[in-house]
């Protein structure tokens, strides 16, 4: 069979890469000039380096991802700690911990002081289990406000990073579905990753290879405005764009967006890692060899800042907090205005299924109905089912 991809971001090349390993002719179409779409990697003249259009953090029970990753011979090319730690630094009061979990399934790291958030108690830690029982309708800082440091500490900056949506608008129930692949399921499923060389050497590049040496046609800046009648097609597009291509689809139509800031500044060896923040405005930092990357997630809260400004008041965070130097180096802030769709419940109704009425066309997104929020698991998820619906139509 040949079958048309349309979007080479992470879910259209999940889908080309599993239609490709199950024998069928690939055809994908990519409306930009380069593949990856909201995950991919540049030349930044500005700073003189290469970037990320912004740090993507995976745990690995993103076991969707990690077997992409092994298919296309990129496996090696994510880096993190052999721990499940994660430093934490309140960029307000200065205050710095870590959580530690432990690698097996039970998890006895709660009952340890030293290994749980400061100042939380044993029964802060019931939020988690409460949360396993999370509705759509459910939102997350009603239901977990209770917690204490727990909450402020880690649900709190954890569910504004995986849902990209404020807490007290977000869902509770695609939280409670990451969790429950993750921090459920043992240190093992909770080790941090994140691309060692950039998101297109890891999740891009490698893919576009593994499908030119399989046959596979890809065809960059090429933009589908109509689908071809009676052609076996995945659209992957994001959800505006789809909804043009599809008539009748109802899809996602409010957005978050998250601004990334990369400051030019040479670490010293040793000194390089990632921290999740609190107290200020950004959640995390990755500090790598020449450039220091921050992440703001649910960003519209900030649209109306100027670049500058925004840059000058994450630098004096990160300094204060760091012992870096005050004056602000120079900067590259990358907005993505659509980063996500807005994880709110009468967002996530509005996600759509992998099948459509027209049993030839099948849709894979991140803002399909995977149950997870708008991630790379579940864009890579919604490829791989999009693959699989096709190939086997409903009678
Ligand atoms: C700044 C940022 C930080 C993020 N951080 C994380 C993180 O830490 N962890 C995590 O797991 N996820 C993170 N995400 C989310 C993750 O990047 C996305 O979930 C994932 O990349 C979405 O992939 P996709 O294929 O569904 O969509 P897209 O990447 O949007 O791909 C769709 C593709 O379709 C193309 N297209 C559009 N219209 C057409 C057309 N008519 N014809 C042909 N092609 C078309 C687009 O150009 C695009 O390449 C982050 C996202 C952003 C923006």
Same mark, same amino acid.
């Given at each position: 069979m040949s079958v048309h991809v349309i979007g080479a971001g992470l879910a259209g090349l999940a889908a080309a890469c599993q239609l490709t390993e199950l024998g069928h002719h690939v055809v994908l179409s990519e409306?930009?000039?380069?593949? #990856?779409?909201r995950a991919r990697s540049y030349d930044d003249k500005q700073l003189g380096c290469r970037i990320d259009n912004g740090n993507h953090m995976l745990l690995s029970g993103n076991i969707s991802t990690l077997s992409y990753l092994h298919r296309i011979g990129a496996r090696r090319s994510l880096s993190g700690p052999a721990e499940p730690v994660f430093p934490f630094r309140d960029? %307000?009061?200065?205050e710095s911990w870590t959580l530690r979990l432990n690698?097996? #399934?039970?998890?006895?790291?709660?009952?340890?002081p030293a290994r749980?958030?400061? #100042? %939380? &108690?044993?029964?802060?830690?019931?939020a988690l289990l409460k949360l &396993? *029982?999370? *509705?759509? #309708? $459910?939102l997350v800082g009603p239901m977990?406000?209770?917690?204490g440091p727990v909450y402020a500490k880690l649900l709190e900056p954890l569910a504004i990073s995986a849902l990209n949506t404020m807490p007290e608008r977000a869902s509770a129930a695609p939280l409670a579905a990451v969790l429950a692949e993750t921090i459920e399921r043992g240190g093992y499923a909770t080790l941090p990753r994140w691309a060692r060389l950039g998101l297109s050497e890891t999740f891009v590049d490698p893919a576009l290879d593994w499908l030119r040496a399989r046959g596979a046609e890809i065809r960059l800046g090429e933009r589908v405005t109509a689908l071809k009648p009676g052609e076996a097609t995945v659209?992957?597009?994001p959800p505006r764009a789809a909804a043009e291509l599809v008539p009748g689809l109802v899809v996602p139509n409010e957005f978050e967006s998250i601004c990334n800031l990369h400051f030019k500044y040479k670490m010293k060896p040793g000194e390089t890692g990632f921290w999740g923040l609190t107290g200020?405005?950004?959640e995390w930092v990755f500090a790598r060899a020449e450039v220091i990357s921050v992440t703001i997630s649910a960003a519209n809260r900030y649209a109306g800042m100027e670049n500058p400004l925004i840059a000058a008041r994450v630098w004096a965070e990160l300094a204060r907090t760091f012992a870096l130097p005050d004056e602000t180096p120079p900067c590259r802030v990358v907005w993505?205005?659509?980063?996500?769709?807005?994880?709110t419940p009468e967002q996530l109704k509005r996600r759509p299924g992998t099948?459509?009425?027209?049993?030839?066309v099948v849709l894979a997104g $991140?803002?399909? $109905?995977?149950?997870?929020?708008?991630?790379i698991e579940g864009a890579i998820r919604s490829g791989n089912a999009a693959a699989m619906a096709l190939l086997h139509p409903q009678t």
């Open positions: 409306a930009a000039p380069h593949a #990856g779409g960029t %307000s009061t200065g690698m097996g #399934g039970f998890p006895w790291w709660v009952f340890s749980r958030v400061p #100042g %939380s &108690r044993l029964w802060h830690y019931a &396993r *029982k999370a *509705k759509l #309708g $459910d977990l406000g209770g917690a659209v992957a597009v200020g405005m950004a993505e205005k659509r980063a996500t769709f807005a994880a099948r459509t009425a027209n049993p030839n $991140d803002w399909t $109905d995977t149950g997870l929020p708008a991630t």
